[in-house]
T-cell receptor, first 113, second 111 residues
Framework: KAGVTQTPRYLIKTRGQQVTLSCSPI?????VSWYQQTPGQGLQFLFE???????NKGNFPGRFSGRQFSNSRSEMNVSTLELGDSALYLC????????????FGPGTRLLVL | QQQVKQSPQSLIVQKGGISIINCAYE??????FPWYQQFPGKGPALLIA?????SEKKEGRFTISFNKSAKQFSLHIMDSQPGDSATYFC??????????FGGGTRVLVKP
């Protein structure tokens, strides 16, 4: 089985722009979670989607949003980018919303200039 | 509010030695305690995990020790190898699928 794939792998944006990141979970997995990884704050949970519904949300501003499609693929969007949004954005998938094992993708590295 | 405190931040160990990483948590509602391994340029990968009804779990050279009363758990890497050089994260999970991670430990195994 193919693993979790994320596109694009690298992205450079300027302040004020918006960005959309994509995640394709492992085939058959229905839960997709997003995490932000920075040197200062570490790994932080953004949100989780299951069956096209947001199930959990972390403590991030409303500029961070996401959605999930009927094929379980997920996108996250960050609007009005700030320098502090520069980070590695990781997507993780699991079979069900309560399944414990989450499989991470390689991440999308976003640089905001 | 730091829910999971991980130590040390970095660790250097000789090949064949034992690496020990510790995590402490505050919320007794957590019921799943995984450890993840991350190599540069890669996403975290699940290494080993434990539930609070077990005090120890071993998988190959990796062992989790869990102390429920102290609200602490640790990862022991036996016979450390250069290929184990990576960053290790502990995490906790309550109901739902949200993982809360520790700050990470960078492990360097010297040959």
């Amino acid at each position: 089985k193919a693993g979790v794939t994320q596109t694009p792998r690298y992205l450079i944006k300027t302040r004020g722009q918006q960005v959309t990141l994509s995640c394709s979970p492992i085939s058959g997995h229905r839960s997709v979670s997003w995490y932000q990884q920075t040197p200062g704050q570490g790994l932080q949970f953004l949100f989780e989607y299951f069956s096209e519904t947001q199930r959990n949300k972390g403590n991030f501003p409303g500029r961070f949003s996401g959605r999930q499609f009927s094929n379980s693929r997920s996108e996250m969007n960050v609007s009005t980018l700030e320098l502090g949004d520069s980070a590695l954005y990781l997507c993780a998938s699991s079979l069900e919303s309560t399944q414990e094992t989450q499989y991470f993708g390689p991440g999308t590295r976003l640089l905001v200039l | 509010q730091q829910q999971v405190k991980q130590s040390p931040q970095s660790l250097i160990v000789q090949k064949g030695g034992i690496s020990i990483i510790n995590c402490a948590y505050e919320n007794t509602a957590f019921d799943y305690f995984p450890w993840y391994q991350q190599f540069p340029g890669k996403g975290p990968a699940l290494l080993i995990a434990i539930r609070p009804d077990v005090s120890e779990k071993k998988e190959g050279r990796f062992t989790i020790s869990f102390n429920k009363s102290a609200k602490q758990f640790s990862l022991h890497i036996m016979d450390s190898q250069p290929g184990d050089s990576a960053t290790y994260f502990c995490a906790v999970k309550a109901a739902g699928n949200k993982l809360t991670f520790g700050g990470g430990t960078r492990v360097l195994v010297k040959p």
